[in-house]
Structures are given as structure tokens and as C-alpha cells.
């Protein structure tokens, strides 16, 4: 049984290196995207940005169906997070000082928030995943048993 959850919570190494090195590119790709307004926030309360958080999703199912781990998916959504709060801190609050971006940047309640929709989002997404995966095992040892 621990052995089971080491393999949900952690995944296989291969898939643990392949998620770890993408994940800088999801955090420098959703602040692209918002800095050159592919992606854009509507809205006047902004808590969880939508575009990050699609974008976060798809990777999270993605890593659930490779049967990846699932505190790769939480790092995922996570890293979409902070790639929007960077855009935000760095070129969206031209009047702050360095510090001042940082401290936004690293803002408790915003990493709180980020955190607990990571956790939560990318939980349900990976969930999906593997529900995905199944399906497709299903799918194909079905066929295999009727030919």
C-alpha cells in the first residue's frame, strides 16, 4: 500500500525528471503569454487567473495520464501561478521598487491561494488523468480479447 502512494504521490523517476524540467518552461511560458497579451485577465478581483490555471490543468491531466506523480501536477499549476504573478510584479507594477516586486511576488496569501488551487485543481486533473489512461487500457485490451 506505501508503495502505491510513494508511486501516485512521486511517480517514476523518468517521469519526475521529464515534469521537473518542464516546469521552468510553464513558468516562463504563461509569463510570455501574459506579457504579450496571448493571454489576457478579465475581471477587477483577480485570485486565480484563468488562462494559468487551463494552462496548469492540461499539464496536471498530461502528467496523470503518463503516470507521473502527483505532487508534479501540484508543482505544475503552481509554477502557471507564479509565471502570472511575475508578469504582474515585474511589468505590471512599473511604480514599485525591486524589493517591493519581490515582496509582491512572494506575497504569503498570494502563495497561499496559488498553493491551495494547485493542490486542489491539480488533484482533480490528475484524477482525470489516470481515469483517462484507464480508459484508453481499457479500450485497447477490449479490442485485443475480441479479435
Same mark, same amino acid.
Given at each position: 500500500m506505501a508503495l502505491a502512494l /510513494? @508511486?501516485?504521490? &512521486?511517480?517514476?523517476? !523518468?517521469e519526475r525528471n521529464l515534469t521537473f524540467l518542464v #516546469?521552468? !518552461? %510553464? &513558468?516562463?511560458? =504563461? !509569463? *510570455?503569454a501574459y506579457a504579450t497579451d496571448l493571454f489576457s485577465v478579465e475581471g477587477c478581483a483577480i485570485l486565480l487567473p484563468g488562462n494559468a490555471t487551463y494552462l496548469g490543468i492540461i #499539464?496536471? #491531466?498530461t502528467v496523470g495520464y503518463r503516470r507521473g506523480g502527483l505532487l508534479a501536477a501540484w508543482i505544475s499549476l503552481f509554477a502557471a501561478y507564479q509565471? !502570472?504573478?511575475?508578469?504582474?510584479? &515585474?511589468l505590471g507594477?512599473?511604480?514599485?521598487?525591486l524589493t517591493g516586486k519581490f515582496a509582491f511576488l512572494f506575497d504569503p496569501v498570494s502563495l497561499a491561494i496559488a498553493a @491551495?488551487?494547485? %493542490?486542489?485543481f491539480g488533484t %482533480?486533473?490528475? *484524477? #482525470? @488523468? %489516470?481515469?483517462?489512461? /484507464? @480508459? /484508453? $487500457? &481499457? *479500450?485497447?485490451?477490449? $479490442?485485443? /480479447? =475480441? =479479435?
Open positions: /510513494r @508511486g501516485h504521490l &512521486f511517480g517514476s523517476q !523518468f #516546469v521552468p !518552461f %510553464i &513558468f516562463l511560458g =504563461t !509569463f *510570455v #499539464v496536471a #491531466v509565471g !502570472f504573478y511575475a508578469e504582474w510584479a &515585474f507594477l512599473s511604480s514599485h521598487s @491551495g488551487a494547485s %493542490i486542489g %482533480i486533473a490528475y *484524477v #482525470v @488523468g %489516470i481515469i483517462l489512461h /484507464r @480508459g /484508453r $487500457d &481499457f *479500450v485497447l485490451h477490449r $479490442d485485443n /480479447r =475480441t =479479435t
